[in-house]
């Protein structure tokens, strides 16, 4: 089983800045995926994708269209982490954040929450005023 630990939320204005954190650890036969996302679930919303890195190879990110250029990922494998820095947040970006480990499917896109098999940390709440 994965354990997720997201943190970093809070409340900032319109064209603020956040920086998430999240670690994760294995336990026991659980797999190792080498692809973690950012997901956000805004209230009465679906959850979505936002991020997505291929852990290790210093290449491979995605990110959703309306937060291309504003929301960077990154990963520290020592540290077993990864981090969503976000600039110029708009209030539409007020959700839950989630990370999770990704199984990339080949009839999705890579930022579908249906690529999260295993189970949801707590999340870490952001709200962005206007």
């Known amino acids: 089983q994965v354990q997720l630990a997201e943190s970093g939320g809070g409340s900032v204005q319109a064209g603020g800045s956040l920086r998430l954190s999240c670690t994760y650890s294995y336990s026991g036969y659980a797999t190792r995926r080498n692809c973690m996302g950012w997901f956000r679930q805004a209230p009465g919303k679906e959850r979505e994708g936002v991020a997505a890195i291929y852990l290790g190879t210093g290449i491979g990110t995605y990110y959703r269209d309306n937060v291309k250029g504003r929301f960077t990922i990154s990963e520290d494998e020592d540290k077993n982490a990864v981090y969503l820095q976000m600039d110029n947040l708009k209030p539409e970006d007020t959700a839950t954040y989630y990370c999770?480990?990704?199984?990339?499917?080949?009839?999705?896109?890579?930022?579908?929450?249906?690529?999260?098999?295993?189970?949801w940390g707590q999340g870490t709440v952001v709200t962005v005023s206007s």
């Open positions: 999770a480990p990704i199984v990339p499917h080949g009839g999705r896109g890579i930022l579908d929450p249906q690529n999260v098999l295993d189970p």
